[in-house]
Structures are given as structure tokens and as C-alpha cells.
């Protein structure tokens, strides 16, 4: 029972926001907590429904957002999700007593609006949560007020600006239909008010976008200057001046597009703020894009009153003839812009000097200028010229005060120089590779560049002004010798002699910028007293006494008000795992020593240890030592490291060199690479990983000499940030901080490629010949090693990744992917020449590892060790293997190859050694992307008859470097044509695993001729010529069938199928004439579904452009369809505004006579007037070779649902008069053999758009549906109920006969008739690709012990070899169908697949998906639960099931999918993979039913496959299992037909459900009559059917949720439910 009188309040509290917290309830004037005991999914739902929050994201107990307060309202809660309120839920008030606030509730929801596509969770395009869905926003729907809501309902501040036109890219889904009306005070957007529905719909071409700012400045006479204050938490705060300085002000006015900071005035300039002054510490160097990307400490911070608040004055925002400096390391120089007309452009000139670039750094307040220079190639601006040639005094103050009048000459030759500056203003100082911001090596910024200074002379007074500059306290220490590592650029500055009152350090007295006689190993750096460390002291295994390094002493850290969080970032930092415990058991006694901290306060905002709030810095901080904070993480302590090791980390004079551990192996000296970084322990990428890199770990950790460099967290994952990844070092380095490396934080690396060493001593031994046979290619395949002059294999015992990447260097393949065994490539013939291969990955030549001998007894070639390397090169970037940008592996490192240096010959190179055929295109420029990493820097001087790349002569190294910006790429193609005049005609070739062959013309149509055309840049298949046109071809023939729609890009996008292919001779040979490449007036049809319809486009110039007219009409759509031999003109149209074009416009205003042969032939001479007024319509056309047949919602390509493409859409055929001669005609014209069965009744399900025809009367002959009488296109009397559909002789299914779990004898549906498959020539990969295609599994074994006898019916198929190329069972070679391909039982192919049979389906069921009129709607089912109805939803599609996702998934969903089932009523629906995640695709998401629908194909969702979804969001469905049999009434007499107390049905309950079933067997007895007698009037001429169709009568039923209701009441109806079998 529930205590609550209607919907009670509730609120989310101590989370970040108002729709993340603490469940809080008002009951009796007085808010409480929910005990978090049985607190689920379902329970948070209906939370966040009531608070319009959205969705639940998690459900929260044991008071995750901390303890409440007060009295506890609610216990047991259980919600089904479809109530409105917290209240309306059932809850259990016995269970209150063992609840405490330990307990309490809490939710996580997604919130009522949220912003996506932005780089950080405060800017983005704008989706609102309704009905379960994410909508996206319409720009014109959403203005200024509205964003200030969302921001400060995100707690992101206030709105900064407010893009439209889908700046943050396009949304997916449905759009937000209606106007949000903002006054721009509310606190939710919920709370808005919204206009009607949108008249006009809108595309998320105009998708709304915000960027939020948690910064403002306030109290100015301009937005551009005031006080600085900052929103935390839902709170705006002034920021404390302590720390504030001009490069922080900097950041700040250009994130606000104030442009520069002019000073950074105090004392209350702007006023005194109002609530809390906020003490962090930014630490910018002035080149980032807001301060959030700062450094930030807070710790240990002083009181800070609003005497002091932080204040600046910008220059404001741009105006004309504003300038910034770009590409410099500093605001105060770099390349010079200027803005004009809205826009920055660059500023040109050769003569550039300093007189310009005083004025540049006059204007800008960035001091005198250092220096004028033009920057190099790579660092030029691509934008608009704003001025070009400028001539100055120098006194100027403004640079378009300057001459910018040059002679016509002049300016005529072209000034290409961009032009920067350095300004005394961009001068700064760093320390680096310390333990911290304030230790380190110093340096100094100046003439754009950093270098270091000499120590000589170098002592505390040069300390100390370096560390006050720093804003990091007085000089600790002044150390020299390179103690924190050497530079490697310009020595800046020796002999330093400041007194220690300087501003800056190049304000003391020293030598001459850049002159000195140092060396890097003289290095100055400094400890200042603000450098902070960690530690745990007398403790072990991460357990211990906290204490933190300050002002050059180690002090304890007070526990009070210390949070769950405090110990969490504490435990990062010392690298101990990311959560811990508070000991609070210490014995009482007074402290001595230092107790610099208490109070520290972190919370969920803070991200490091350093930035959390506390108590000032005070060395008697407590006294008490019950007070001391001690800490158990959660974490294992690092391996005791070696000697050089032991006192690091957590000292000031620690150096990044001995930062480095090997954690998992033994003593310290193998194990996963470690190093520390930024406070914390990360691992090593192993991309690029070698033995030069092992060398130098293994040195850095004192170790020795490297025995193999290790990948693949071979140690095991380690935890926490990857700091470096694609390590290159020469062998020679000190340590890795020496070597070239990347960041680790590019997201491409996971912790499964942590790098990992073994250090100690090892030798080599001689080389030796190998080769890998029956790959993909040269660098994949089975190894064999040459011995006394013959081929040998090597035993896969003991194979592993180490012994792989040998055989890749020996071959010159790269890199080893992956080391097989078990004769993955095949067995071998002849000797076992190796076994028990041991190498450490370091060796020259297999030959060189160590083997055992008399291991080979035991090694047969089933056993036979196989390599896939990585290649020597690789195309990256592109949409598929054989296109992309060129990269080559060179010294275990893929470099990028210069456009420069790589030409067509090149190309073909690379083609044929991946085995992608030829070259098709060869762009430059960094076409597909630019790299990352090292260039590759020689020039490849191919001939082009090379079979492989590492084969081709180079050149020497280059003297000008290249660019990434440069980058080669390549776009091969498997498809040419030979044999023809031009390039655009001949016979058709194919390359397949290295080889050319032709095409067999039997299944080549023009779709598919058309798509080969416009992938080879030809146009469009004019004719497809037969009988040896262009000459016999030679070598094999290629059997496979495509299926082109013709909207392809390429063929390899087509459907293909190739079992049973009769066989085909060169006679029949593949050819096509295509109209060739694009020249001056050629037209193509874009955004249309085929190449005959579309919106019209005109090459011109060498680009393709627009047409447009707003009176188009037939005569010029004929003029457009004869040119592209499409037939007549079907329709003449004007795109709507969403189809419309954006690019360049080729041709404006047309007029036709109709009967011109090119659309350049009709009148463009239209009167000035009607071009002046502006004509912005495309235009479009259809005509008649648009029209298309297909086969939708079927098992197959040849079965499904008729539906004709006319005029632009698909639409479906009544079956009105339908018989086999319409069915025949349809299955010659998609090639699918003959008719099978013609049904109605829209048996492949009802479609949803036009229903084109009916009374289609075929007599079978005629070449298209469209060629048969029937009548008027769109007019008649159907439903779509009455849909028409087919089933062909070339539909294909398997099966598995007289088996079970997934075993059993393998048969092919073909022809109308199952038949066996004979096991002659089965591949591993034939049974592998079955049991895919059977839902069982990816893999599976062939079962040969089978008895003698004679083999009785039919036998379709034989030798089917599937290979590696084949990605379906219905694209394997095979012998040709034939009904008796063997006669022998033992022929006969029985399976074993390695995968678990799906739960046994409900009869309807029964017969999917391996049966021919098996529907799509049918293909369902429920994993891991129960009888089949409660489980895990799954699918069938394309072959295969897959999973749902449980975004938007809700009680009509799962009553769609219960009643799909066959399974009655649903109970809940689950989410988060509540019966186990699923494997393969996710083939829905985002569905959307209105709960009546009778399968789940019919419902609006979203395609799976965007990536979005990952099986722990699978949903989940719990049906009743329950059946409605009948309908009884009870009676006011209790004692008659109603369920009793105890749940028991009575006797005369009993007594009707007999009656009911009888009566329904009547019932279906005269429903078969009737169904027999419709079908019977139609005069369908049906073949017999391989399958009964199953009979199905729609029963209401109601939710699971409304039974209580329905068994009350006198005299009421009930419905009498009974558990299915």
C-alpha cells in the first residue's frame, strides 16, 4: 500500500544538476530519502520521467551521492516504469527497518536536453528528450533565451553563441517539431513554453547549436570588459586576482571574442562581487582556446575576500583592421592576420621587416618588435588575402595606416609571402621534464623558439626570480648538471647574475642571447617551494600515512571534512588505483612534525588531487595525531623498482630519466613499461614497439642489455593513462623521455597493446631462407623454412608472436599481426624441418632462434605454424583495404609517403602487392586524411613492373622535408577493361588473390554495368555487347553473379552469389561500352534510386554544377533523358528544399523544344530580367529507365514482397489476379530462375508507401512486370493487406536435418526442394560460413565417420570451397546445381557448428529462418531465458541474428516483441543486457512502437550500425507466457468461476476453459474453410507449397500490468489465463 495521496514531490539532491542525485521525497511537508534496497532500473525511470529528465542512465543505492538526512520515506520500492510518479510505485514499509542512509537512493539521468558534436559536454548541436527519443533542435525553433536556459540547465554557465545551420553536424532521428518560446529566466527547459507544431518540417541541414561558457565578466561599460566570474556547480563566483595574470586574461578575452587583454586592472575596479570567491589557480602560457584547458591547482590556496577579485579590460571584439598573431607559441607572435569584411585574412608581403612589425606589435600591446620574418611553406596561411604589400615608418599605430598603395607591378606579380612577427611581449620562462609545473630544467621563449640556460653561475638569486615569475614561491633550489635531463635546442642565455628582485629573468645581467660556450649537459633548473609531491609513509602495498612535499619539507595531511573523493584522487596520483578507504581507528597522541594540510574537500568536479579546495598551507595544521589521514587504495603497490629507482617518484629531485618501472616480471627487469608522467604511472603503446626501444628501457631501468621487446600486454593490461605511444628511439638514448614519441592520448591505443620488456644477456646466430605459402599474399601464410635444398614446414607447437615477427622482418613484411598455428594456412607437405621455435623477436632470421629436436616426433602438418604480417605497405584512410593514404613500414615505424615522390608506376606497385588489382587514381594533398608520425623521406623510382614495393629503386633522402599535409594516396580497383579502343570500353576483368580473370556475362546486366562505368570514371554503361566483342579472354573465368541496384559506387558494393554457377567458357565472356569520362556539357542524375532519375547536374570547367530553373518542365526532362539514354521522360519536377543542391551552378534557366539531342542545344539566352530576379530551383527528372522490380521482406533476394520503382518511389502490386505467370516475369527480371509460388495476402508483410498496380494479367513472356496489362499506375481499390509477393526457383536457405543443438546433416533449399550438400572438397571455411549463416556459431567441424549406403533423394551441391575472400556461404565456388551431385551416404556433408542452437521457438516459429516462406516478421527470439519467452530480443537479418538496443526501449516495445513471440502479454522490459550480452551485429536501436504493431519490423527505429550501441545496452524482454483462451463472466456469487484467495482456479473456471478450447477449434476449423474458398475465388495457380502457411487470428490482450484490476469488481468480464507450454 502506498502512504502517499496522489503524485508526491521529489527531487534529486548533492548531484550535478537536477537530474543527477540523492532520491528525495516531500511526504507530510517533509522531504526524505528512498532506501536504496531493491532500487533498480525500473525504479529510476519512472524518477526521471517524473522530473522530465529523460531516461535513466543508472540506478544508484548505497548512498552514491552521499548520506541524506531525515526521515526515510520509502523501502522495497518497485516500479514496472510506466508510472508517472515515485509514488505511484509499491513499496514495502517492513524493510525501512533495515535501512540506514548509507542506503539511499540515487539516479543518474540523460536529462530533458543535452548537447552533442561539440568538444566538450558544453557546446553542441541541440537534442531534447521526448517520447523516449533524442530530437534534434531546428535553428529558426531556437534563439538566445533558449540557450541560456540549456546552459545554465547543463550547469555550463551562460550562452556564448548560438549556431545554426547544423554547426556541430547533422543529428539522426526525428526532429523537435515545435518553437521553444524562452523568456530566458527559467531554471529547466522543460519549464519553457513550446508554440504549436511546425508547419513547415525541418531538416538537420538546420540543426540548433549552442556553445555555453562557464565564464563572464560583469559590471563593465562593455561585454568585453569587468570583473571575472565563474560558474561552478550551478553557482556563478568571482574568481580570486591571487594568480591572476595577463596570459590567463589572454585566454579568457579571446575565448569571449574580446580579442586581447589590455591590462588586468585591481583594487575593485568593476565593484565588489557577491557570493563565493573562488581560489583556483590558472596557469596558462596563452595559446589556449579557454582556461578550461589550463593548468589548474587549488590546494592548500589562501583566503581570498572581494577586496580581490579578478578583473580585465579586452580590446574587444573585431572590427576592421584588427589584428592577432597566429602558429606562435605565444599571443605576442606568429603568422599576421587582419580582419575585414567579417572575416580574417592574411596579410602578403616579400619586403617584410621590422618597421611593419613594430607597428603590428604596437597595435597589439605586445611590445617592442624582436623580429620580422616570412614563415616557412608549412606554416602559411590557405584563408582569404586581407592586405597584400604593406610599406611602414614604424611609427604608425595602426597597420592599415602604413602604404599598402604598391605599384601595379608589384602587385601584378603576386605577393605569396605570408608574413609573422615577434614581439618583446611573447618572451616567457618554463620548467620542464620535472616532477612538476614548479621543478624542472628552466627555459626561455624567445624569438619563437625555447631554449635553455647555462649553469654556469647559477644560483638561488637566478632561482628565485624564475620561481616568483612562475607564480610557484620562493627558490628551494638551483640545480645545474642537467639534473632534470638535457635540452636539445638553442642554449638561450649563460653567466645569469640577477639579484633576485628582477621581474623577469632576461632582466638580469647575462651574456649575449644565444652566445656561449655551454654545453646540454650544463642545463640550469630550479625546485621552488610550491612544488608539491605525494607519498605514503610506513606503510606498504599502497597502504599508509598520506603526507604532501610543500615549501621543500614533507608534512602529514588533516583528515577532517575529508571526502570519499579526496582518498580516490589521492590514490591516483600515487598511482595506487583510483579509489581507497580512510582509516579512522588511530590511537590518541600529540603530533610532531609538520602538518601542512587539512580540510581538503575534493568533489566530483575536481579530475586531479592538486585542484581540490582545502584549508590554507599551515605547518601546524593539526595536533592531534588521530587527525593524520591513512589511506588503503585499492590497488596493487608497484614492484620494488631497482636501485636507481628507489627514490622516485615522490622527491623534488626526482627526474623524469629515472621515471620508469617494469611492473609484473621478476627484480624489476622484465615486466610492462611504466613510466610517470604528470603525477602519475601510465603504460606504453606497443605500436612501432622494438628491441631499439627494449634497449633503451632496459638501460633506463638498469638492467642490462634488452633479450626481446614485448607487445600485447604480454605482462597483463595495466591501468590508468597511456603516455606514449609510437616510441622511436635509436637505440642510443638514455632514456625514453629522449626518444621521438606521441602523446598517449590520441585514443588509438588500449591498454590489451601495452608495451613490455625482458632485459638480460642473448646472441645470434646464422640467416636463413623462409617463405609464407597459401596466404593473401606474400606476407600471410604458412611458414616454410629451406633446408638441404628442400621446402619444410615448422611444427606450431609453442608458436607465438615473438617467432612470427622474425619471419616478418626476414621477409621485409613489417610487423606480425598474428602467429597461427594448427595448420591455419593448410598442411604442409614434405619435412618438419623446425619445432619448438623459441626466438625473442629480435633475431634476423627464423634460422637464428633456437628449436628442439626431438619435439618433431610429435608434430604433424595438421600442426603446421602460419604468419600474418602487416605488410610492408598499407593504405590508410580510405572506405575500404585498397584505397587510402600510402604509408610504408620502415624501422618498425609506418611512415607517410610524399605525393612528390610517388607517381602512377609507384601505385600500381602498391595495387598488386595488396593484391587490389590496378591503380585507379593517385590523389595527392593528404586526400585521405593526414598521418601522424614520422615521413617517409626518398623518393620511389618504380618502373611499374615491380611485384613488390620494398623491390622498387629509391632515392636519396630529400632535401626539403615533406609534410603531412602532403600526403600520397592511392584508389585501387579489382575491375578493368580490356581490349577496347578507349579506356571506357572492353571486355571486363576481375583480380582475385592475385590474379586476372574475366567476368561470365550470364547474370551481367546494365545496373551493374552502369555501377562498373561510374566507378572507372567512365559515365554510364551505354551498351553491354555479347559473344566475344572485345576478343576471347585467357586465364580463369570468374562465375560470380552481382546484383546492382545501379546506385553503387563500386561493384564490391553490390550483392554477390556464386554457389552453383553453371560453368562458363571465354565464348561468354563479360563486356560493356560505357559513355566515357565526364567532358564539357556531360549530365548526370544525383539522389535518385537509380542512374535514370534524379536531381539533374552539367560538367563544366572540370567541375560539376547545378541546374536550375523554376519552369522545368517535360520537353527539357526529355532533352535530359534521351542524352542519358534513360527512354522517355516520366516526369519533370522541382527537388524539394532538403534535396536541393549547395554546390556551384552550371547551368541557369533552360528552355526546350523537346526534340534537341543535348541540353547545351536548348535556348539559355533567358531575358536579363528573370536572371537578375534570381532563380534558385534545381531541377530534377525521371524517366523511364528509372523503373525497377524488387523482392523486400523475405528470406532472400528471391522471395519477398513485389515492389516497383516508378516514378521516383517504391510502391507495392495488389494481388488481385496474381498467378504464376506475374511471378514469372518478376523472377526473369531480377535473374532469380523460375517461379516457385505466387502468393497474396501480403504474406511477406504489408509495405507502407503507393500501391502501384493491380489486376495484373502476364502471360509470362513479357520482359518487365510494367510491359503486362494491368491498370492505371496508382489507381485502385487495395489494401496493402493485399500485397503480392513471390517466391523464385533461385531462392536458397540451409538448413540442418535430423540433428539437434546445432549439429546435423547440412541441406540447400533450391529450386522449390531441399536437397543434401556433398562434402568433396569442403573447405574449413565451408563450415565456418554455414554455421554463420545458420545462426550457430562462426565456426565448426565436418563430421567423416559416416556408414556406407546408397544416397536416396536429392543432392544439390558439391565441392563447395569457401576461402577466405568469400564473406557469405552463398558467394562460395561450387560445382553446378544437380540434383544427384554424389550417391553416397558418406558424401553426404554433416556439421558440427561450435555455437549454442537458439532456444527452441513457439510454433510459429518453427520452421525460421532456413525456410523459404519464412518472413522477416517471424524472425525473432528470446536468449537466455525461459520456454523461449523471456530473454535477450534478437533478430534475424541479412543472415544473421543480432541483438536490439535498449535505447528508448519501453513496455510498448516489448509488448510488440511478446506478441512477435507468441508469448501473451509483457511483463517488463529490460535493458543493460539484463539476460547476458549478445554477440555479432546490433541490427535495431532507437526503436519506437506504438505498442499495437504485430512484429517489430514494423515499428520506426533506427539501423543498428552507427556505432552508438555496445551489447551491454542489449534489451531484453519478460513475458507472461501466458495464453488467452477464453472469456467467462463472474458472478456476484463468489462460490462461481473466479479465482479463489489462494490463487486456485475453480472447477467451473475449469469447465470454461474446456468449453473455450472446443470453441476455438471450431473457430479454426471454419477460419481454414474460409481462408480455402477466398483463395479458391482469386484463382491463384499455386504450385505445392514446401511449407504449410501458419493461420494466425489476432486476440486482444492487455498489459501484464492491468490484471489486478481485471480480476475486480461483481459481474465484471475477466480474462482467465493459462501458463503456455
Not at 573585431?318 to 585574412?345: K, M, N, Y
Request: net charge negative; with cysteine.
Amino acid at each position: 500500500m502506498s502512504m502517499f495521496e496522489g503524485a508526491a514531490e521529489v527531487k534529486l539532491e548533492d548531484g550535478r544538476g537536477p537530474c543527477t542525485g540523492r532520491v528525495e521525497v516531500k511526504h507530510q511537508g517533509q522531504w526524505g530519502t528512498v532506501c536504496g534496497i531493491s532500487w533498480d532500473m525500473d525504479d529510476a525511470a519512472v524518477v526521471c520521467k517524473q522530473l522530465r529528465c529523460g531516461s535513466a542512465v543508472k540506478a544508484h543505492a548505497e548512498a552514491h551521492f552521499g548520506p541524506g538526512s531525515g526521515p526515510i520515506w520509502m523501502a522495497g520500492v518497485e516500479c514496472h516504469g510506466n508510472e508517472s510518479a515515485l509514488s505511484d510505485c509499491t513499496d514495502t514499509e517492513w524493510i525501512r527497518q533495515y535501512c540506514d542512509h548509507s542506503r539511499d537512493a540515487g539516479v543518474m539521468c540523460s536529462g530533458f536536453v543535452r548537447l552533442v558534436g561539440g568538444d566538450n559536454p558544453c557546446s553542441g548541436r541541440v537534442e531534447i528528450h521526448d517520447r523516449n527519443k533524442w530530437k534534434t533542435v531546428c535553428d529558426s525553433a531556437f534563439g538566445p533565451k533558449a540557450a541560456d536556459v540549456v546552459c545554465r540547465e547543463l550547469q555550463c554557465g551562460t550562452a556564448l553563441s548560438v549556431p545554426g545551420a547544423a554547426h556541430f553536424g547533422e543529428g539522426a532521428g526525428p526532429m523537435w517539431d515545435r518553437e521553444l518560446q524562452c523568456v530566458g529566466n527559467e531554471s529547466l527547459l522543460s519549464s519553457c513554453p513550446t508554440g504549436s507544431p511546425r508547419e513547415q518540417p525541418c531538416t538537420h541541414a538546420n540543426a540548433a547549436g549552442v556553445t555555453c561558457t562557464r565564464f563572464r565578466l560583469v559590471n563593465g561599460s562593455t561585454a568585453c570588459e569587468g570583473r571575472v566570474e565563474v560558474h561552478v556547480q550551478g553557482t556563478w563566483g568571482t574568481l580570486c586576482a591571487s594568480r591572476w595574470d595577463l596570459l590567463d586574461a589572454h585566454v579568457l578575452c579571446r575565448h569571449l571574442n574580446c580579442g586581447f587583454a589590455e591590462s588586468i586592472p585591481k583594487g575593485g575596479r568593476f565593484g565588489r562581487g557577491s557570493g563565493p570567491v573562488w581560489r583556483d589557480s590558472f596557469h596558462c602560457d596563452g595559446t589556449e582556446a579557454h582556461l578550461g584547458e589550463c593548468p589548474v591547482t587549488a590546494l592548500g590556496a589562501s583566503p581570498c575576500s572581494h577586496e580581490n577579485d579578478a578583473a580585465v579590460i579586452c580590446s574587444g571584439p573585431a572590427r576592421f583592421a584588427s589584428l592577432r598573431l597566429v602558429g606562435g607559441g605565444s599571443p605576442c607572435d606568429g603568422r599576421v592576420e587582419i580582419f575585414q569584411h567579417g572575416t580574417w585574412g592574411r596579410v602578403l608581403d616579400e619586403q617584410w621587416d621590422v618597421q611593419e612589425a613594430s607597428v603590428v606589435c604596437r597595435q597589439l600591446q605586445c611590445g617592442e618588435a624582436e623580429a620580422a620574418y616570412n614563415p616557412p611553406k608549412a606554416q602559411r596561411g590557405t584563408g582569404p588575402v586581407g592586405l597584400r604589400g604593406v610599406r611602414c615608418a614604424g611609427h604608425e599605430a595602426n597597420l592599415t595606416l602604413c602604404n599598402t598603395s604598391l605599384p601595379e607591378s608589384a602587385l601584378e606579380a603576386g605577393i605569396a609571402e605570408d608574413v609573422g612577427v615577434v614581439c618583446w611581449g611573447s618572451r616567457q620562462v618554463r620548467l620542464v621534464n620535472g616532477p612538476g609545473r614548479c621543478a624542472g630544467r628552466v627555459e626561455i621563449y624567445y624569438q619563437g623558439s625555447w631554449g635553455s640556460v647555462c649553469d654556469d653561475g647559477w644560483d638561488l638569486s637566478d632561482a628565485a626570480v624564475v620561481c616568483r615569475q612562475l607564480g610557484c614561491g620562493g627558490a628551494l633550489e638551483a640545480v645545474g648538471s642537467a639534473r632534470f635531463g638535457e635540452g636539445s635546442a638553442q642554449i638561450w642565455l649563460e653567466s645569469v647574475n640577477c639579484s633576485g628582485a628582477e621581474a623577469a629573468l632576461w632582466d638580469c645581467p647575462a651574456g649575449s642571447w644565444g652566445q656561449h660556450d655551454c654545453g646540454h649537459k650544463e642545463d640550469a633548473g630550479v625546485v621552488c617551494s610550491e612544488f608539491m609531491a605525494l607519498r605514503l609513509e610506513k606503510g606498504t602495498n599502497c597502504s599508509g600515512r598520506l603526507q604532501v612535499f610543500y615549501n621543500g619539507t614533507w608534512g602529514s595531511i588533516c583528515s577532517n571534512s575529508m571526502t570519499p573523493e579526496t582518498v580516490s584522487l589521492a590514490c591516483k596520483e600515487l598511482g595506487c588505483g583510483d579509489r581507497g578507504s580512510l582509516e579512522t581507528q588511530r590511537p590518541y597522541g600529540r603530533l610532531s612534525g609538520t602538518a601542512w594540510l587539512d580540510r581538503v574537500e575534493c568533489g566530483e568536479r575536481n579530475s586531479s588531487f592538486w585542484q581540490c579546495p582545502s584549508a590554507p598551507w599551515h605547518p601546524q595544521s593539526c595536533d592531534d595525531l588521530r587527525e593524520e589521514t591513512h589511506i588503503t587504495c585499492k590497488g596493487s603497490q608497484p614492484e620494488t623498482p631497482p636501485a636507481p629507482m628507489a627514490a622516485c617518484p615522490s622527491t623534488p629531485s626526482c627526474t623524469d630519466r629515472e621515471k620508469i618501472r617494469a611492473v609484473g616480471g621478476e627484480k624489476g627487469c622484465s615486466g610492462r613499461v611504466e613510466v610517470w608522467h604528470r603525477g602519475s604511472w601510465g603504460t606504453v603503446c606497443d605500436d612501432s614497439w622494438d628491441m631499439r626501444d627494449a634497449e633503451v628501457a632496459c638501460r633506463q631501468l638498469g638492467c642490462g642489455p634488452a633479450v626481446s621487446a614485448l607487445a600485447e600486454a604480454a605482462f597483463g593490461e595495466g591501468s590508468g593513462p597511456i603516455w606514449l605511444e609510437q616510441v622511436e628511439c635509436r637505440g642510443t638514448e638514455p632514456s625514453l623521455q629522449d626518444c621521438w614519441a606521441q602523446p598517449g592520448d590520441s585514443g588509438a591505443c588500449r591498454h590489451k597493446e601495452d608495451a613490455a620488456v625482458n632485459c638480460s644477456e642473448t646472441s645470434m646466430a646464422e640467416l636463413g631462407p623462409v617463405k609464407l605459402e597459401d596466404g593473401r599474399g606474400r606476407c600471410a601464410g604458412r611458414v616454410e623454412v629451406k633446408h638441404q635444398g628442400q621446402w619444410g614446414t615448422v611444427c606450431g607447437i609453442s608458436w607465438d608472436t615473438n617467432d612470427a615477427a622474425v619471419v616478418c622482418k626476414q621477409l621485409r613484411c613489417g610487423s606480425a599481426v598474428k602467429a597461427h598455428a594448427e595448420a591455419h594456412f593448410g598442411p604442409g607437405s614434405g619435412p618438419i624441418w623446425m619445432a619448438d621455435v623459441e626466438c625473442h623477436g629480435n633475431e634476423s632470421a627464423l634460422s637464428d632462434c633456437t628449436d628442439t629436436e626431438w619435439i618433431r616426433q610429435y608434430c604433424d602438418h595438421s600442426r603446421d605454424a602460419g604468419v600474418t604480417c602487416s605488410g610492408f605497405v598499407r593504405l590508410v584512410g580510405g572506405d575500404n583495404p585498397c584505397s587510402g593514404r600510402v604509408e610504408i613500414h620502415d624501422r618498425n615505424k609506418w611512415k607517410t609517403v610524399c605525393d612528390s615522390a610517388f607517381g602512377p608506376k609507384a601505385a600500381d606497385v602498391v595495387c598488386r602487392e595488396l593484391q587490389c588489382g590496378t591503380a585507379l587514381s593517385v590523389p595527392g594533398a593528404a586526400h585521405f586524411g593526414e598521418g601522424a608520425g614520422p615521413m617517409w623521406d626518398r623518393e620511389l623510382q618504380c618502373v611499374g613492373n615491380e611485384s613488390l614495393l620494398s623491390s622498387c629503386p629509391t632515392g636519396s633522402p630529400r632535401e626539403q622535408p615533406c609534410t603531412h599535409a602532403n600526403a600520397a594516396g592511392v584508389t585501387c580497383t579489382r575491375f578493368r577493361l580490356v581490349n577496347g579502343s578507349t579506356a571506357c570500353e572492353g571486355r571486363v576483368e576481375v583480380h582475385v588473390q592475385g590474379t586476372w580473370g574475366t567476368l561470365c556475362a550470364s547474370r551481367w546486366d546494365l545496373l551493374d554495368a552502369h555501377v562498373l562505368c561510374r566507378h572507372l570514371n567512365c559515365g554510364f554503361a551505354e551498351s553491354i555487347p555479347k559473344g566475344g566483342h572485345f576478343g576471347r579472354g585467357s586465364g580463369p573465368v570468374w562465375r560470380d553473379s552481382f546484383h546492382c541496384d545501379g546506385t553503387e559506387a563500386h561493384l564490391g558494393e553490390c550483392p554477390v552469389t556464386a554457389l552453383g554457377a553453371s560453368p562458363c567458357s571465354h565464348e561468354n565472356d563479360a563486356a560493356v561500352i560505357c559513355s566515357g569520362p565526364a567532358r564539357f556539357a556531360s549530365l548526370r542524375l544525383v539522389g535518385g534510386g537509380s542512374p535514370c532519375d534524379g536531381r539533374v547536374e552539367i560538367f563544366q570547367h572540370g567541375t560539376w554544377g547545378r541546374v536550375l530553373d523554376e519552369q522545368w518542365d517535360v520537353q527539357e526532362a526529355s532533352v535530359v533523358c534521351r542524352q542519358l539514354q534513360c527512354g522517355e521522360a516520366e516526369a519533370a519536377y522541382n527537388p524539394p528544399k532538403a534535396q536541393r543542391g549547395t554546390g556551384p551552378v552550371g547551368l541557369r534557366g533552360v528552355r526546350c523544344a523537346g526534340h534537341e539531342a543535348n541540353l547545351t542545344l536548348c535556348n539559355t539566352s533567358l531575358p536579363e530580367s528573370a536572371l537578375e530576379a534570381g532563380i534558385a530551383e534545381d531541377v530534377g527528372v525521371v524517366c523511364r529507365g528509372s523503373r525497377q522490380v524488387r523482392l523486400v521482406n523475405g528470406p532472400g533476394r528471391s522471395a519477398g514482397r513485389v515492389e516497383i520503382y516508378y516514378q521516383g518511389s517504391w510502391g507495392s502490386v495488389c494481388d488481385d489476379g496474381w498467378d504464376l505467370s506475374d511471378a514469372a516475369v518478376v523472377c526473369r527480371q531480377l535473374g532469380c530462375g523460375g517461379a516457385l509460388e505466387a502468393v497474396g495476402s501480403a504474406r511477406f508483410g504489408e509495405g507502407s508507401a503507393q500501391i502501384w498496380l493491380e489486376s495484373v494479367n502476364c502471360s509470362g513472356a513479357e520482359a518487365a512486370l510494367w510491359d503486362c496489362p494491368a491498370g492505371s499506375w496508382g489507381q485502385h481499390d487495395c489494401g496493402h493487406k493485399e500485397d503480392a509477393g513471390v517466391v523464385c526457383s533461385e531462392f536458397m536457405a540451409l538448413r540442418l536435418e535430423k540433428g539437434t543443438n546445432c549439429s546435423g546433416r547440412l541441406q540447400v533449399f533450391y529450386n522449390g526442394t531441399w536437397g543434401s550438400v556433398c562434402s568433396n572438397s569442403v573447405t574449413p571455411e565451408t563450415v565456418s560460413l554455414a554455421c554463420k549463416e545458420l545462426g550457430c556459431g562462426d565456426r565448426g567441424s565436418l563430421e567423416t565417420q559416416r556408414p556406407y549406403g546408397r544416397l536416396s533423394g536429392t543432392a544439390w551441391l558439391d565441392r563447395v570451397e569457401c576461402g577466405e575472400r568469400n564473406s557469405s556461404f552463398w558467394q562460395c565456388p561450387s560445382a553446378p546445381w544437380h540434383p544427384q551431385s554424389c550417391d553416397d551416404l558418406r558424401e553426404e556433408t554433416h556439421i558440427t557448428c561450435k555455437g549454442s542452437q537458439p532456444e527452441t521457438p513457439l510454433a510459429p516459429m518453427a520452421a525460421c529462418p532456413s525456410t523459404p516462406s519464412c518472413t522477416d516478421r517471424e524472425k525473432i527470439r528470446a536468449v537466455g531465458g525461459e520456454k523461449g519467452c523471456s530473454g535477450r530480443v534478437e533478430v534475424w537479418h541479412r543472415g544473421s541474428w543480432g541483438t536490439v538496443c535498449d535505447d528508448s526501449w519501453d513496455m510498448r516495445d516489448a509488448e510488440v516483441a511478446c506478441r512477435q513471440l507468441g508469448c501473451g502479454p509483457a511483463v517488463s522490459a529490460l535493458a543493460e543486457a539484463a539476460f547476458g550480452e549478445g554477440s555479432g551485429p546490433i541490427w535495431l536501436e532507437q526503436v519506437e512502437c506504438r505498442g499495437t504493431e504485430p512484429s517489430l519490423q514494423d515499428c520506426w527505429a533506427r539501423p543498428g550500425d552507427s556505432g552508438a550501441c555496445r551489447h551491454k545496452e542489449d534489451a531484453a524482454v519478460n513475458c507472461s507466457g501466458l495464453v488467452l483462451l477464453f472469456l467467462c463472466f463472474c458472478h456476484a456469487d463468489p462460490t462461481w468461476g473466479c479465482l479463489t484467495g489462494s490463487g486456485r482456479v475453480s472447477l467451473p473456471v475449469i469447465m470454461c476453459i474446456v468449453l473455450g478450447a472446443l470453441v476455438c477449434l471450431l473457430l479454426g476449423l471454419l477460419a481454414g474453410q474460409v481462408r480455402s474458398a477466398r483463395a479458391g475465388r482469386r484463382g491463384s495457380e499455386r504450385a505445392q507449397e514446401p511449407f504449410p502457411e501458419a493461420v494466425y487470428e489476432e486476440i486482444g490482450s492487455s498489459p501484464a500490468w492491468q490484471k489486478q484490476a481485471r480480476f475486480s469488481g461483481s459481474g465484471a468480464p475477466i480474462l482467465v489465463l493459462i501458463k503456455s507450454l
